[in-house]
C-alpha cells in the first residue's frame, strides 16, 4: 500500500488533488477541530461532471483527472455505494447530498436519472423569492435525511432570490468498535492544546491487540481502531510532540509504512465533532473556477445558460466514545479481546493521545472522513 491512509476512488489521488484539499482546509482551521469527508467532496463534484459541457467539463475532467466517458465515471460511484450498502449492515452512514436549482430555471429531466442511479443524489427546483422560507426547506430535507442529527446546512443569508444554483451535503456516520472502551476507566484528564494551554478532557481507555506502527519518518505513532463487523476502521495519527500536528499534516499521502498487530495502551479523549465546511474556494484555489462562474456550461443540468454553482456546503456529524459513534442499542457485542502469545513477547505500545492528533476513517478503498482534533469537546 503506497499511502497510508489516502486513498481515492478516482484515480486523482495521482494527482494529488485531494491531498492538497485536505492539507488547505486543515491549514485553514488549524486552531479549530475539523470534520471533513472526501468521498463526498468527491461525489459532488463528479455530479456537477455530469451536468458540464464545454470548458467547464474540460476543466473538471483535467484537474480531476476523471475519465472522459461520463458513464464511466457515473459507473464507479454507482458501484462504491451499491456494494457499500451491501456489505455494511453494522454501521450507518447516511450521505445526503442535493443540487438545488433556482426555479427560474428549467431542470434537464436526464440529470436526475443518472444522479439518483450513480449518486443517490439528485437536483431539485426551488423557489428563492423568500430566502427565509427556502433556507427552511433545505434545513428540514437535512434534518430528516440525518435522522435529526444535523439541524442546520444553510441560513437564510446563505440565499437570495439571485442565487442559481447550489450544492448541499450532509454525512453522518454511526458505528460500533469492535473493542469497545472500558467505560468505568474514563477518567478526566490534562489535554495539552498547545505548549502552554491545558484543557480537561474525559480520557477513554483500552488495552487490545491494534495495527500500530511507531514511524520516525513522520514522527508520530499510527493506531487502527477497527469497526464492528464492518470493513471500516478509525486511523489515529499522533504526533509525538505536542505542536507536531501541523507538521504532520503537510505530509499527508506521503507516508508508506506497513502497520504491524501488538498490544496498544490507548488513551484516547471522547469528543463530538458538527463542523460546516464552505467547499467552493478550496476547489477554486486548487484550479476548479469555471464552475463557480457566470459562463459557466451546465448543458446537462438545466436547459438555459447563466446559472453556476454558487456555494458548495458540507456539514458532517461525528461522535467518539467507548462504544464507538453515536449511542446504540445494540446488545451482546463481544468485547473481550484475547491477548495472543506473540504480542506478549514485544512490550506493548503507549498511545496516549493527550494532544492534537490527526484521524481517518477508512476502508481499503475510500475515505469517509479525515480531519483533526485540536481541542476534544464533549
Ligand atoms: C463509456 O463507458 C461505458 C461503460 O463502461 C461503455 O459501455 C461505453 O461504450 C463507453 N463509451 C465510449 C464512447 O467509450
Ligand atoms: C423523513 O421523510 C420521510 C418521507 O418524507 C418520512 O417517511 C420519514 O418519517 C422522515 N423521517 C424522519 C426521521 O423525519
Ligand atoms: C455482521 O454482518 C453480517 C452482514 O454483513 C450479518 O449477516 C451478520 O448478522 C452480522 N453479525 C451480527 C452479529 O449482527
Known sequence: MKYLYLLLLASSVESGFWEDFYRILASENAKKNLIYSPISAEIIMSMVYMAAGGKTFEELRNVLKFSENKTLVANNYRSLLNDLKRREKAIILHLAIRIYVNKKYCLVPEFNEVARKAFKAKAKSIRLDDPVSASAIVNSWILNRTRGIIRKIVSPKDLDPDTSAFLVNAIYFKGQ????????QTHVADFHVSANEIIPVKMMTLSASLLSADIDDIDAKVIELPYWNSTLSMRII?????????????KVGFIDHQLEKKTVNVKLPKFKIECSAQLKGTFENLGIRDVFKPSADLNGLVLESGAKI??????????????GGEASAATGILTRRKKSIDNLRLPPMEFIADHPFFYVIHDNKVIYFQGHIVQPQW
Open 238 to 250: 499522533l504526533p509525538n510532540s505536542v505542536d507536531g500536528l501541523r507538521k504532520l499534516e503537510e
Open 177 to 184: 468498535w469492535l473493542y469497545k472502551f472500558q467505560a468505568d
Open 310 to 323: 454558487e456555494k458548495i456546503v458540507q456539514k458532517a456529524f461525528l461522535k467518539i466514545d467507548e462504544k
